[in-house]
C-alpha cells in the first residue's frame, strides 16, 4: 500500500485485515471503516482510510465479530485452488488463508490458529500424510478438524490417511455445497463423530 490514491476493494480490504469479507463489510456498514460507491456500482475504500483503520482503529476494536468467525487453512499446492476455496469460504462467513505445502502450513498453523484443516495428499517438501500424522499427534493442535481434499482418490490413499487421524474425505472435484456441508458438520458445537464417505463431484463457485 504505497500510493495513498489508491483505491482497494472490499475483498482486497479484507485480506489485508486478515478476515473475511463477511467481517469487513460489518466493519464498513458500522462506519468503523470508510467506504464510498463508486460510479460503477462497487464500493471502494481509500489506501488512506484503511491504513488509519488497520493502524488505529483496529487494534482496538472489540473482537467479538473475529471470536465468532470459524478460521480454515486451506494447504494445497495450486494457487488456483487456494483462491476459489478461499473466495467461497469467505462469502459463507469463514476466516480464511492458504499454505501451499506441508512446511508453510506449519507456520501457518502457529500464527493461525485453524479451526479446521483442508488438506491435500501430494504436495512437495511434505506432504499431506505427514502433516496429518502431526497435527494429530501434537497435543496442542490434535483438536483440529481435517478434511482431506485430493486428486489421488485410491483405496490405499483413504485408508492411510483415515488412519492417520483425518476427520473427512473428499476427492476433487468436490461440489461447492458438499464442501461446506463437511465444514458445517465439523465446526457445529454439536458435533458427533462425523460419517466419512468419498463423493466425486465439482467445485465450481
Keep these: 500500500m504505497a500510493q495513498n490514491k489508491k483505491l482497494i476493494t472490499i475483498p482486497q480490504a479484507a485480506r489485508y485485515c486478515s478476515v473475511s469479507r463477511v467481517t469487513l463489510w460489518r466493519w464498513v456498514k458500522s462506519g468503523k471503516v470508510k467506504a464510498f460507491l463508486s460510479p460503477g456500482g462497487q464500493y471502494k475504500i481509500r489506501e488512506k482510510d484503511l491504513e488509519s483503520f488497520i493502524f488505529g482503529e483496529m487494534g482496538y476494536l472489540n473482537t467479538t465479530d473475529l471470536a465468532n468467525e470459524k478460521k480454515i487453512l486451506i494447504v494445497d499446492d495450486d494457487p488456483e485452488i487456494q483462491n476459489i476455496i478461499v473466495k467461497i469460504l469467505s462469502k459463507n462467513g469463514y476466516r480464511a488463508a492458504s499454505a501451499s505445502d506441508g512446511l508453510d502450513a ?3 498453523i502457529a500464527k493461525f490458529g485453524p479451526d479446521l484443516i483442508i488438506l491435500d495428499l501430494l504436495m512437495p517438501h511434505m506432504d499431506g500424510f505427514e502433516v496429518c500424522r502431526r497435527i494429530k499427534g501434537d497435543r496442542d493442535h490434535f ?9 489421488y482418490d485410491t483405496p ?3 485408508e492411510r490417511i483415515l488412519e492417520a487421524g483425518a476427520d473427512a474425505y473428499l476427492s476433487k472435484p468436490v461440489r461447492k455445497d458438499d464442501l461446506l456441508e463437511h465444514i458445517e458438520n465439523l465446526l457445529s458445537p454439536s458435533d458427533t463423530q462425523t460419517t466419512l464417505h468419498n463423493k466425486e463431484v465439482m467445485l465450481y463457485d
Excluded at 478438524?145 to 486428486?151: F, Q, V
Design 106 to 108: 506449519g507456520i501457518k
Design 143 to 151: 483438536h483440529i478438524k481435517i478434511i482431506i481434499l485430493t486428486g
Design 156 to 158: 490405499q490413499n483413504r
